[in-house]
């Protein structure tokens, strides 16, 4: 059983910086994909859940970050700790939502929230403005 534990969210003000991190156990973080998502606030009964994939990584460490936050968001691993890590600079208020860590056993990371088994139970980020 692969469990996530996702930490590091806080209200911060725009312009500003935090860095989220997600503790995996269960399996090797090498065996798997992983994934960082949204739940914008107000939007949870929108189509899966609300959820938008910000940036994932494939398990060879190989990564992509979607249009919204790059060059603001950067998803990296420590595989000798089985952490994932997602640095986020540049805060936007756009960019308050709780964020969960998701994994799925597979070579290659998706956008989709439905591809990923196994969930954290997020972590808040506030972005005054």
């Known amino acids: 059983q692969v469990r996530l534990v996702e930490s590091g969210g806080s209200v911060v003000q725009a312009g500003g910086s935090l860095r989220l991190s997600c503790a995996v156990s269960?399996?090797?973080?090498?065996?798997?994909?992983i994934g960082w998502f949204r739940q914008i606030p107000g939007k949870e009964r929108e189509g899966r859940n609300g959820?938008?994939?910000?940036?994932?990584?494939?398990?060879?460490?190989?990564?992509y970050e979607v249009d919204d936050v790059k060059g603001r968001f950067n998803i990296y691993r420590d595989d000798a700790r089985n952490m994932v890590y997602l640095q986020m600079n540049n805060l936007k208020p756009e960019d308050t939502a709780r964020y969960f860590c998701a994994a799925d056993i597979s070579l290659a990371a998706t956008l989709l929230s439905a591809e990923y088994d196994y969930w954290g139970r997020g972590t808040q980020v506030t972005v005054s403005s």
């Open positions: 959820l938008s994939c910000v940036a994932n990584s494939n398990s060879d460490g190989s990564s």
């Open positions: 269960g399996l090797s973080l090498d065996r798997l994909a």
